[in-house]
């Protein structure tokens, strides 16, 4: 066999080429790995979401029941808030119907018995006197 410079240098580049080789296969295995890995998380997490979706979808149909509840009880005490006010306001009305009609009477009876009252009591006082 000859040995010649030509194939020397076509060994040492060989030899080169194939530590080149190696020297990026360990990066690429690693990165290989880290992929197969965020794979397997992303496909857990998907796994694992449905689930959390599922009870989400669950939850927020109930908060939308029990809003829709409030709205109700909020309407009916908007109702009776309403119908108090008209209490309140024929109340207002009969205590002013009332005042008009029987309050100047009654002023007038009271003042009548009242004159009356002192008008006995001032012949009482003169009889006394006698």
């Known amino acids: 066999m000859d040995v010649t410079l030509g194939s020397i240098a076509g060994m040492i580049a ?3 080429f194939v530590v080149l080789v190696a ?5 690429l295995f690693k ?15 998907g ?4 689930p959390i979706l599922t009870e989400l979808q669950g939850t927020v149909r109930g908060v939308n029941s029990e809003l829709e509840k409030v709205g109700v009880v909020t309407e ?18 009969l205590a002013t119907l009332f005042s ?9 009876t009271a003042a009548i ?18």
């Open 31 to 45: 990165l290989g790995r880290v992929l197969e890995e965020t794979r397997l998380a992303v496909r857990d997490l």
């Open 23 to 27: 020297i990026l296969a360990v990066p």
């Open 113 to 130: 018995s009242y004159g009356v009252r002192q008008a006995l009591k001032g012949q009482r006082g003169r009889r006394a006197k006698r």
């Open 100 to 108: 008009a009609t029987l309050g100047g009477p009654l002023v007038r």
């Open 47 to 50: 796994h694992s979401s449905v």
């Open 14 to 16: 060989a030899i080169a």
């Open 76 to 93: 009916d005490a908007a109702r009776v808030t309403g119908h108090a006010t008209v209490v309140t306001e024929n109340a207002a009305q």
